[in-house]
């Protein structure tokens, strides 16, 4: 099947730790996301890639890294530079890099902070 | 700068009954625009999404949203709300050419009621 895959589905971290989301795609798409999700709010955005080998920083990146050295694979290092880290994490991707398509999502991980 | 509001962070119907999601956007240029549904604990599913075609989207689910230039707003609509649409949904915006960014509004609670 096709589509975009996270894991692990639930993560716990003691303070002072980093810890590293992975988010994989076999779509194909060259662009790839990620959001936090705070409750009650809406995504916001953390960091982005429109290519292997490049991202750029979103609206919140401090505290957190990214790498893109393959085009299907986009992980997301939570390091303990970032103060409030417990949230739910969304990781998508997108056919096109210039937002004229739908961006795909998958199931999330949920990070929490000990 | 581009924004989002959705006018209401909770709305609830009687199964049966018509649901009405409200938005508006800000956008200095031609955007792209799409509501995305979330459940508990999983990733956004796409919706409908409106790229500069025709002004009445059709979606998944029997969802619609008719995107209205002059009002900038792009409600999303169905005639018969049933149990399963209880969940969250975003009204985003994207501006072209700017990475795919998506902009995502606060969200609106959807209760369905028996």
């Known amino acids: 099947d096709g589509g975009i895959t996270q894991s692990p589905k639930y993560l716990f971290r003691k303070e002072g730790q980093n810890v590293t989301l992975s988010c994989e795609q076999n779509?194909?798409?060259?662009?790839m996301y990620w959001y936090r999700q705070d409750p009650g709010q809406g995504l916001r955005l953390i960091y982005y890639?429109?290519?292997?080998?490049?991202?750029q920083k979103g609206d919140i990146a401090e505290g957190y890294s990214v790498s893109r050295e393959k085009k299907e694979s986009f992980p997301l290092t939570v390091t303990s530079a970032q103060k409030n880290p417990t949230a739910f994490y969304l990781c998508?991707?997108?056919?096109?890099?210039?937002?004229?398509?739908?961006?795909?999502f998958g199931p999330g991980t949920r990070l929490t902070v000990l | 700068a581009q924004s989002v509001t959705q006018l209401d962070s909770h709305v609830s119907v009687s199964e049966g009954t018509p649901v009405l999601l409200r938005c508006n956007y800000s956008?200095?240029?031609?955007?792209?625009l799409f509501w995305y549904v979330q459940h508990p604990n999983k990733g956004l599913q796409l919706l409908l999404k409106?790229?500069?075609?025709?002004?009445l989207v059709k979606g998944i689910n029997g969802f619609e949203a008719e995107f209205k230039k002059s009002e900038t707003s792009f409600h999303l609509t169905k005639p018969s709300a049933h149990m399963s649409d209880a969940a969250e949904y975003f009204c985003v915006v994207s501006e072209r050419n700017q990475g795919g960014k998506l902009i995502f509004g606060q969200g609106t609670e959807l209760s369905v009621k028996p």
């Open positions: 890639s429109q290519i292997v080998n490049d991202f």
């Open positions: 779509l194909n798409h060259d662009a």
């Open positions: 409106y790229t500069s075609a025709a002004t």
């Open positions: 998508a991707s997108s056919i096109d890099r210039w937002g004229h398509n739908e961006q795909f």
């Open positions: 956008s200095s240029y031609s955007p792209s």
